[in-house]
């Protein structure tokens, strides 16, 4: 996608709706959720089955610029988020176009400001590009498919990471657990929410 002009990747953005290339249903993604769990279970590395080799570098760059590590989890490639992206473009051809073009919409960003793809972009670089995508701040007009595309591609790197183990611990969700007797809420919880336990 190096010779890839301002104008082309306009027009493959174009070329379906960005948002409706991220609606996902629920046995979508818990099919994705189950083959990225397999996978990561063999401990082999992963080879992208959708994702080109650069395309595949910047979508694990960008998803741990979205969910990094801390001192609570692991980060979204560490949760297989990048396997759970792959495995969701596999078998949706309609979503294909506007993800790929998302991800070559950051890199024609970073290329025509500062000579190189967003991989190979400093960190300030990078997140130069991002904060000015990310909603947080009115954007630019000529940067509305690039706000499109990161809304999206945040939305299903956040549905990755919490549908994975890590994800699942990280909230420390406890359902799915047997409760041999249930005492109601906990006064503890009950005052925090403001509300009597009587």
């Known amino acids: 996608m190096t010779d890839l002009t301002r104008r082309r990747l306009l027009q493959l ?11 996902w249903t629920a046995t979508e993604v818990v099919d994705a959720a189950e083959r990225s769990r397999a996978v990561r279970q063999t401990g082999t590395p992963y080879t992208p089955q959708f994702f080109t080799a650069h395309e595949y570098a910047t979508v694990v ?74 909603g947080l701040e009115p954007a630019r007009p000529d940067q509305s498919h690039g706000v499109a595309f ?8 956040a549905t990755g990471f919490w549908t994975s183990k890590m994800g699942i611990d990280d909230l420390q969700f406890m359902g799915n657990t047997l409760v041999a007797e249930w005492k109601g809420c906990p006064p503890e919880a009950l ?8």
């Open 191 to 198: 005052a925090k929410l403001g509300l009597d336990a009587e």
């Open 61 to 134: 760059l960008l998803a741990d610029l979205i969910i990094p590590a801390d001192d609570r989890s692991g980060s979204a490639s560490d949760a297989g988020v990048p396997e759970f992206i792959d495995f969701m473009m596999i078998d949706q051809p309609s979503r294909q176009i506007p993800v790929r073009g998302g991800l070559a919409w950051v890199d024609q960003e970073c290329t025509s400001r500062f000579g190189q793809p967003f991989v190979k972009a400093t960190d300030a670089e990078r997140h130069q590009v991002l904060d000015e995508i990310s």
């Open 13 to 23: 953005m174009s070329t379906a709706p960005l948002a409706a290339g991220f609606v």
């Open 150 to 157: 990161f809304r999206a591609f945040r939305d299903l790197t």
